[in-house]
Nanobody, 123 residues
Framework: QVQLVQSGGGSVQAGGSLRLSCAAS??????MGWFRQAPGKERGFLAAISRSDNMPYYADSVKGRFTISRDNAKNMVYLQMNSLKPEDTAVYYC??????????????????WGQGTQVTVSS
């Protein structure tokens, strides 16, 4: 079976850093990414990376602060989060897809999702 198991997250002060990890099993994915969802808001795109060329994509809100990386040998994807802000507080989800069409920033592109992990950034 396909599984995406997340680890990392927690509570930090503004300006701090966290690293999220997502371990995939059961399938090789064309694209893997990260989304987040704050209370009362839609799940939104953060970052994604392709397997074919390791090209990263970022939401404007996290460019220069977050870095996505992928270890194909381990079938894992990571999100290094630096300079965290209180508005980054949300549940973070890793996601994966086997498709090659559609917007990489859209939740509809992704077939599989991790369980989510809470990130809380205090002032």
């Amino acid at each position: 079976q396909v599984q995406l198991v997340q680890s990392g997250g927690g509570s930090v002060q503004a300006g701090g850093s966290l690293r999220l990890s997502c371990a995939a099993s059961g399938r090789i994915f064309s694209n893997m990414g990260w989304f987040r969802q704050a209370p009362g808001k839609e799940r939104g795109f953060l970052a994604a990376i392709s397997r074919s060329d390791n090209m990263p994509y970022y939401a404007d809100s996290v460019k220069g602060r977050f870095t996505i990386s992928r270890d194909n040998a381990k079938n894992m994807v990571y999100l290094q989060m630096n300079s965290l802000k209180p508005e980054d507080t949300a549940v973070y989800y890793c996601a994966a897809t086997t498709t090659f069409t559609g917007a990489i920033t859209s939740t509809g592109r992704y077939d599989y999702w991790g369980q989510g992990t809470q990130v809380t950034v205090s002032s």
